[in-house]
């Protein structure tokens, strides 16, 4: 007789779910960051805290480094299989006439609704004047938490040099620094291109994107058996900086982009349910693994596996769709960002005491629409970009050392929003191609 037969069935969940895993995982490392932070529970030495944090947060590095590893393969191939797989320039057409918009409608909403938020809380006026001039020192104790750039002002780069930089003179120099947006566009290039040659002469090519996308699909799938220990230990690190104080004092800038994306959350399930018959209840059970390993490791690259696999498997996107939209959206759908940087360069401008005029506010909802489009999907890049921003309004770039202690949760929140976002946009072009009117998915099959 089974006398335990509850316990044997969480047990089946927990080993079945990763969803699950990657909760447990979130919780238990928030939980150990608390209790060895020198800000939270200090129950060892800031010494020994850091070694702990140190070697428990390796599996999430290891998981970022396959993940990082693979990724250049991943969107070339992902995106050239996707417009080779239209079958001709004219269904290639259909598709990408929507998708452009589509993402800078989506951004320029999220702007919008920022600039709303931030002058309706004005949650700059709720930080106190030794807060800000504390700036500098929460700057030096949390350096680690941003990325190896320097915060520098640049040298003033005009639009249209902007525009031209952005197809590769070296695609290898691109792979090298990562440069995602670049990636894309010679992709698109390569993927067009092959779709103007007879077939006999892109078939190499196309056998060669095939298996470096199974390649790489096989690395992340050997990447997401460690995704629960690597959310454990990135969480812990994180945590364990953090502690119970990041957010004291900054409670009001948090609440309203937490506000923000919450609302642009709003917005995506409602599309998903006038245009894509989905309710929401079922779209967020259908996207909590992706949600919560976006949250967990802050990057909608990481994720973007996962992001193509619940878009075909979960929710029955076309293929070529899904290749498509996903990668692109990765690099350019950057809403969640987009909402982040426009509220925090209002805050920082309230905190400062420079006052915005209408002018203002158009350029800088026009340039943070061009820096969420060109931002990398990587961690910590997000408050990198920011500065920036802050330069063409006048805000002094030092002030986002206040933002930098509340910088990570922040990420790892729109990031989620993000990885939403292309989901989100699979649905919709997808339902879009496939109404009266549309023969892009017909020619295909």
């Given amino acids: 007789m089974d006398f335990f037969p509850k316990t044997k069935s969480i047990k089946l969940l927990v080993r079945t779910k990763l969803w699950l895993q990657i909760v447990i995982g979130m919780m238990a490392g928030i939980g150990l960051g608390l209790a060895i932070s020198p800000r939270g529970l200090s129950w060892v ?4 805290a850091e070694i702990i944090a140190g070697w428990v947060a390796l599996p999430g590095y290891v998981f970022l480094a396959l993940i990082q590893m693979i990724m250049v393969g991943l969107i070339f191939s992902s995106i050239v299989l996707g417009i080779a797989s239209c079958g001709s320039g004219d ?25 709303v938020l931030a002058k309706a809380i004005q949650p700059g006026e709720y930080i106190s004047d030794s807060l800000v001039e504390n700036a500098s020192a929460i ?32 695609p290898l120099r691109a792979a090298l620094e990562q440069s995602m947006l670049q990636i894309v566009i010679f992709s698109i290039f390569i993927g067009i291109a092959l779709l103007s ?12 994107a095939t298996s470096l996308q199974e390649i790489a699909m096989k690395v992340v799938s050997w990447a997401m058996m460690i995704a629960p220990l690597a959310v454990f230990g990135l ?35 409602g599309l998903v349910y006038f245009i894509a018959g989905i309710s929401p209840a079922k779209f967020l059970k259908n996207v909590r693994s992706l949600q919560l390993l976006a949250f967990s490791t802050s990057s909608s690259a990481a994720v973007m596996p996962l992001s193509i696999e619940t878009a ?6 076309e293929t070529s769709t899904a290749n498509f939209v996903i990668p692109i959206g990765a690099t350019i759908n950057m809403d969640g960002t987009a909402i982040y940087q426009i509220i925090a360069a209002i805050f920082l401008a309230q905190v400062y005491g420079i006052e915005l005029s209408l002018a203002s506010l158009i350029l800088l909802s026009v340039t ?19 500065a920036t921003i802050l330069a063409g309004i006048g805000v002094p770039v030092s002030g986002i050392a206040l933002l930098i202690g509340v ?19 699979c649905l919709v072009l997808d339902k879009l191609l496939s109404w009266k009117g549309f023969s892009f998915r017909s020619a295909t099959q």
């Fill in 45 to 48: 030495s800031p010494s020994t």
């Fill in 91 to 115: 269904q290639l057409k259909r598709l990408g006439i929507r998708t452009v918009p589509y993402f800078l409608w989506t951004t320029t909403i999220a702007v919008i609704m920022g600039i």
């Fill in 139 to 170: 700057s030096s104790e949390q350096q680690s938490t941003l990325p190896s750039e320097q915060i520098t002002s640049q040298s003033p780069v005009s639009f249209p040099q902007r525009l031209a930089n952005l197809i590769p003179s070296n």
């Fill in 197 to 208: 040659i007879t077939t006999h002469k892109a078939k190499p090519l196309l056998d060669l």
């Fill in 235 to 269: 969480l812990t690190e994180i945590t364990g900086k953090m502690g119970f104080d990041a957010l004291v004092g900054m409670g009001g800038y948090v609440g309203t982009v937490i506000l923000g994306l919450l609302c642009l959350m709003c917005i995506y399930l």
């Fill in 312 to 317: 075909t498997k979960t929710f029955s996107v």
């Fill in 368 to 386: 943070t629409i061009g820096a969420s489009i060109g931002s990398p999907s990587a961690p910590g890049v997000g408050i990198v970009v920011l």
């Fill in 407 to 425: 910088d990570r949760i922040l990420d790892m929140s729109r990031t989620v929003v993000n990885v939403t976002g292309d989901i989100t946009a």
